[in-house]
């Protein structure tokens, strides 16, 4: 049986599984390129974030999938950097001495900086962000993503706020099938994922609330 739930705290082995997971489901992501120790290290890091929401879906001890959400993004950067930043840079600096790797870090940041209108900020704005969610392939459609985001919307709402940003690239088709699956508002487009087109949702909590699961 699958259990959603909220944590305040990972595990080595269970921050592992995360970076495993968002390096396996999200291969071209700009953070995937940064490599597994940071990735363990952010999600760490997030997981006691007061201003962080991280929901899992676990079978067992095996977790089938997580979503990431932040209240307030830059903060939230902030915070890691001053708290991990040293040890993460570490971590990634580990993985930027593969050619191959560093190659695909400045290409992703040059093409954000030479994306059309919206960018970086305006995704990254003072409203909540869905950071990341992901569903194991061999979990997927069976209602994973859409019971997380409910628990998502439960924590939202605690804190009082009424709306979500997710921002995904036209790469990621599913995921995009999956935002206007929930009710999402399609609020334009922009190039923040460096790889082309990235579709920019604004997600009502309250639909999230209302909605079947
Ligand atoms: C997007 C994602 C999280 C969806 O998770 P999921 O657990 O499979 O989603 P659900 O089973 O809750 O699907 C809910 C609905 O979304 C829509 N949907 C989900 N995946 C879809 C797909 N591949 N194609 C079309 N519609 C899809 C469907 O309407 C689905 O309802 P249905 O199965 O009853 O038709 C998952 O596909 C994933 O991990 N994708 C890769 C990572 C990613 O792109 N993350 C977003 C980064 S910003």
């Given at each position: 049986m ?14 592992r ?12 992501g700009f953070?995937?390129?940064?490599g597994?120790?940071f ?5 760490r ?8 929401c991280?929901?899992?879906?676990q ?6 999938g ?7 993004l830059?903060?939230t ?10 040890a ?10 593969k050619?191959?790797?560093?190659r ?17 900020a ?8 869905l950071?990341?969610?992901c569903?194991d392939p061999?979990?997927q ?7 997380m985001?409910k628990?998502t919307?439960l ?7 009424e709306?979500l ?14 935002y ?12 923040v994922?460096?790889d082309?087109?990235?579709?920019r949702f604004?997600?009502r909590?309250?639909t999230?609330?209302?909605?079947q699961?």
């Amino acid at each position: 049986m699958v259990m959603v739930q909220r944590m305040n705290h990972l595990t080595a082995s269970e921050a592992r599984q995360i970076a495993d997971l968002h390096k396996r489901v999200i291969r071209e992501g700009f953070l995937t390129h940064l490599g597994i120790p940071f990735l363990t290290q952010m999600y760490r890091a997030f997981a006691v974030d007061p201003g962080v929401c991280l929901i899992v879906a676990q079978h067992g001890d095996r977790i089938a999938g997580f979503t990431c959400t932040a209240i307030d993004l830059p903060q939230t950067y902030r915070r890691f950097m001053l708290k991990r930043g040293v040890a993460a840079a570490a971590a990634a600096a580990r993985t930027l001495l593969k050619p191959a790797s560093l190659r695909r870090v400045i290409e992703t940041l040059r093409a954000a900086r030479v994306g059309d209108n919206t960018k970086v900020a305006e995704a990254q704005d003072r409203q909540p962000v869905l950071m990341n969610l992901c569903v194991d392939p061999a979990e997927q459609r069976k209602g994973l993503g859409r019971m997380m985001m409910k628990e998502t919307a439960l924590w939202l709402a605690e804190n009082a706020k009424e709306v979500l940003v997710a921002v995904t690239g036209e790469s990621q088709r599913p995921a995009v099938e999956f935002y206007r699956h929930l009710g999402a508002i399609e609020q334009g487009t922009s190039n923040v994922h460096g790889d082309g087109r990235s579709h920019r949702f604004i997600i009502r909590v309250a639909t999230l609330l209302d909605a079947q699961s």
